[in-house]
Each structure stands twice: as structure tokens, then as C-alpha cells.
């Protein structure tokens, strides 16, 4: 098929077109490199040996967008684009209203406007809220703590009435739990701006030595250890969930939950990191972090039941591979120094 990928640079889209060019796929990437680097084109021609197309544009930029939609014949389009810092969206959210909405209205518009077939959009169990896991597809949406979390329940919610007006419109909302990990060739990877927020590329800056130690967000929530509970996924399971959207020719508006549908609390998840990597990772307990709930998980049947798709990495395989990234990353090519 031939699929135009927006944010197709970022950490997720660029595993993604890997599975993409890997089950020969003819991709299109569009991204404005706020978050990314262009480099990364190349290493995904490396690791595939296989071509792709890349155009410098930004979402939000209509016109742009409708030239090159007019010169393709997109069968679909996978939506990553946005931004997604959560404590950036609290203090400047019309930043993250104006990027992810306009960016998700204008591939809405252009998908009818030139009969693009699918579209699958990068959604988040963020939507979720504060509510009782395991998630499933049909748990209510539960109020968002930050404007981050907001905008991707408002984007699904433009995208399904969308859909509802375009019945010919196959939808696809992916509810990403909590991806981890980097590619095993050690080219591909999250690389954060400034300090890191989430918790392995933190641990990944502790191990390296880059920061002293880990801060653990509360070690008092209702959990068997006392810390907070997720759903760590290895981003090239996350990435593989994208192609099995994709080749699964449904219609009508599909939404799943990408997840492993295990939970790991925070000391579990350090300790398979130093277990893993023979790496000590010193730690203290702090106050627990707002906005933050303690248990995270999915119920992953219906990927599975009609997707047929289902993560088969384990949490040592996220953990050794997220070291073996940040270790082999080099000096330039980090965001923090
Ligand atoms: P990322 O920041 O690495 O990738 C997003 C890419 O989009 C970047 O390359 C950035 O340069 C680009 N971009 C941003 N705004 C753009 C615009 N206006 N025009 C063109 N390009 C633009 O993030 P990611 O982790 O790969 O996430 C991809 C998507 O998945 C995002 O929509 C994110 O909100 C969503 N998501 C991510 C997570 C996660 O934990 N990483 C969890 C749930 C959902
Ligand atoms: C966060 C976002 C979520 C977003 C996701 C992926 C919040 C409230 N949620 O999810 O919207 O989709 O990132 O970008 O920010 N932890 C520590 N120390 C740290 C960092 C994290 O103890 O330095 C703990 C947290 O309290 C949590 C777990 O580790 O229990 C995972 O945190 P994180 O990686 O930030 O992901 P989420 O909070 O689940």
C-alpha cells in the first residue's frame, strides 16, 4: 500500500515504517523535525535497505499537505505527529491544542478530500484517566489530568464523527499503554529534550552516568510494593501492531488498546534493568508525582481476537535494548548535553 506517515521520524513512527518498508509497504514521511532528527531517514534505510520518501512539512500546514496528498495516490495515512510532553502541555496548552487538533483536523479533511482509505491515529491510555484497569476498549473515558491527555481524547472524538459522517472511511484508534525499548540495531530510539520524564530513559541517563540517581514517584499507592503499576511495551511489538491494523482490511471505526496486558511496578521494572544489564541503578523514594495514578494496564484480547496481533517481547528484552540504545548513542546526537 502506499502510506503517508506523519511524525514518521519520532520515536514510534520510526519503528514503525521499519515493520512498514520490512512488509514492503511504499512509505511517504512527513515531519517538521521539532522532536527528531533527519539522520534518522538513513538509519531506517539501513536497517531495512529499503527507500523511502522524506518531506520536510509540518501538519499543521494545510496547504502543503494538500500539494503533496494531490501529487499521491495514498491508499493511508498513519498519524504520529503531535507533541506529547506532558508537564510542556500544562504550561503552554494551546501549544499542544493548536499541534495535535489542527494537525489531526487537516489529515481528516484530506483523507476525504482525496478518498485516502484509512486512517490509523496514535492514540494513548491516557484517555483512560484515573480509572480501574485492566482497560478495555469499552472502559469509559475518564477525565484527562493535563492538556496533553486531552487532546488525544479530542482527537478521537473529531476523527469518530468523522468517520460517522464518511462511512467509506476506515478509522483506526491505537491506545498506545507505555512503550519502551529501541530497535536492536541500536540506530533507532528515544531520544528525550532535557531532562527526561519517563521513567526508562531516566534510568538509561542514571546508567550512563549522565544523571545521579533515580527519583521514585511514591512508593505508597495500593500496589504489592507500594509503587506505581504500567504497561511497559516494547516499541517494535507497538510498531508491528500498526502493520496488523493495516493488512487487517476492517471498516468502520476500529479501536484497540496496544498494551502487553501486564502490569510492572517502577522497582520491578529497576530491578530486571540492573538484573538485565549488571548495571546498579541507585534510587530514592520521593513524593509521588501529580497527575500520576497507580495501576495502568490493558486487557489486549480484542487486538488479538481481530487484529491477530500481539506483543511477544519480554520486559528483559525492552530493558537490555533500551541500554544497548542509550549506550551506543553518541555525543552529538544527544539532546541533554
Ligand atoms: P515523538 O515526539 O518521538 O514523535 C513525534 C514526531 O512528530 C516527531 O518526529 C516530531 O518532530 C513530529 N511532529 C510534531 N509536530 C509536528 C507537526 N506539526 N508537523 C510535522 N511533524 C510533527 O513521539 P512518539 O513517542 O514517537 O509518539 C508518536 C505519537 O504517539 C504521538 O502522537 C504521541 O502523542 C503518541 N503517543 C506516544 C506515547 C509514548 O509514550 N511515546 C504514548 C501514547 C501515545
Ligand atoms: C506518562 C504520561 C502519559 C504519556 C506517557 C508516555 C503522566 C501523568 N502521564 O505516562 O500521559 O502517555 O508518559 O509519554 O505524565 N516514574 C518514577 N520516576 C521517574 C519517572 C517515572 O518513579 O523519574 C514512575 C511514574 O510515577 C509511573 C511510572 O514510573 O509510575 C511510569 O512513568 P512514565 O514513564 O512517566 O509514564 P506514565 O506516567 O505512565
Not at 511524525?7 to 527528531?36: F, K, M, P, R
Not at 502543503?64 to 498513519?78: G, S, Y
Request: glycine share 8%; hydrophobic share 35%.
Amino acid at each position: 500500500m502506499k502510506i503517508l506517515v506523519t511524525g514518521g521520524l519520532g520515536y514510534i513512527g520510526s519503528h514503525a515504517i521499519v515493520q512498514l518498508l520490512i512488509s514492503n509497504h511504499e512509505i511517504t514521511i512527513i515531519d517538521n523535525l521539532s522532536n527528531s532528527q533527519k539522520e534518522t531517514h538513513k538509519k531506517i534505510k539501513d536497517i531495512t535497505g529499503k527507500n523511502s520518501d522524506f518531506y520536510k512539512i509540518d501538519t499543521t500546514n494545510y496547504a502543503k499537505l494538500d500539494n503533496l496528498c494531490e501529487k499521491h495516490n495514498f491508499d493511508a495515512v498513519i498519524h504520529f505527529a503531535g507533541y506529547k510532553a506532558v508537564g510542556e502541555s500544562i504550561n503552554e496548552p494551546l501549544k499542544y491544542y493548536f499541534n495535535n487538533l489542527l494537525s489531526t483536523i487537516n489529515i481528516a479533511k484530506l483523507a476525504i478530500k482525496y478518498d485516502i482509505n484509512t486512517i490509523i491515529f496514535s492514540s494513548s491510555a491516557t484517555v483512560y484517566g484515573n480509572g480501574e484497569s485492566p482497560f478495555t476498549e469499552k472502559s469509559p473515558l475518564l477525565e484527562r489530568t493535563n492538556p496533553y491527555g486531552e487532546t488525544k481524547a479530542m482527537c478521537e472524538r473529531i476523527l469518530i464523527d468523522t468517520q460517522k459522517a464518511y462511512p467509506n472511511l476506515s478509522l483506526f484508534l491505537l491506545r498506545y499503554f507505555n512503550p519502551i525499548g529501541a530497535h536492536k540495531s541500536g540506530l533507532l530510539g528515544e531520544i528525550p529534550n532535557g531532562i527526561p520524564n519517563n521513567l526508562v530513559p531516566y534510568i538509561t541517563q542514571v546508567a550512563k552516568g549522565k544523571r545521579e540517581k533515580l527519583q521514585i514517584y511514591g512508593n505508597d499507592y495500593n500496589t504489592p510494593d507500594g509503587t506505581g503499576i504500567r504497561d511497559y511495551i516494547h516499541v517494535v511489538d507497538l510498531a508491528k501492531g500498526h502493520v496488523s491494523a493495516l493488512e487487517s482490511n476492517r471498516t468502520g471505526i476500529n479501536i484497540y488498546n496496544l498494551g502487553t496486558g501486564k502490569g510492572t511496578s517502577v522497582l520491578e521494572l529497576v530491578n530486571a534493568f540492573e538484573k538485565v544489564n549488571n548495571i546498579k541503578i541507585p534510587f530514592e523514594i520521593v513524593s509521588r508525582r501529580p497527575g500520576d495514578i497507580a495501576v495502568s494496564y490493558a486487557d489486549v484480547s480484542k487486538a488479538k481476537r481481530e487484529l491477530g496481533w500481539e506483543a511477544k517481547l519480554t520486559l528483559e528484552d525492552m530493558v537490555e535494548d533500551a541500554w544497548n540504545f542509550e549506550k551506543n548513542l553518541k555525543k552529538e546526537e544527544n539532546k541533554n548535553d
